[in-house]
């Protein structure tokens, strides 16, 4: 099954995987590894990342970077600039995060028809 893409919430306006699994629905498989990483640790700088990150896969430093800005643009990650780097923490611990996202999903396939989600 392909993405859904349709107006919904804040965090799953943009694409709504039906054939994901878990946050992956939501999130980019990387994006959810990044946030796998932060919600373990509470937070870290990306050099930390990146070294949770390599025990499993090859990848580039300016690739978690570019994936940790792009979660702090959906609101996602707070960065917090130190002597040593920058440091990322969630906003939203991964219940919250879960909560917010499972709200914003049935609000929407209430929106697109409130009588078959009622069936459903």
Not at 19 to 47: C, I, P
Not at 62 to 88: C, F, M, N, P, S
Not at 92 to 119: H, N
């Amino acid at each position: 099954m392909s993405n859904i893409i349709y107006r919904m919430g804040k965090y799953t306006q943009k694409t709504f995987r039906a054939s994901g699994s878990g946050l992956g629905k939501v999130l980019g498989h990387l994006e959810e590894e990044v946030m796998a990483v932060l919600w373990t640790r509470g937070e870290a700088t990306g050099k930390e990342v990146l070294a949770e990150l390599t025990r499993s896969r090859k990848i580039a430093f300016t690739t978690v970077l570019t994936v940790i800005e792009r979660l702090a643009r959906k609101g996602l990650l707070k960065r917090d600039r130190r002597e040593d780097g920058y440091h990322v923490s969630p906003v939203y611990s991964k219940d919250e995060f879960a909560a917010m996202v499972s709200r914003e999903v049935l609000d929407g396939v209430v929106e697109l028809s409130s009588s078959q989600a009622v069936a459903s």
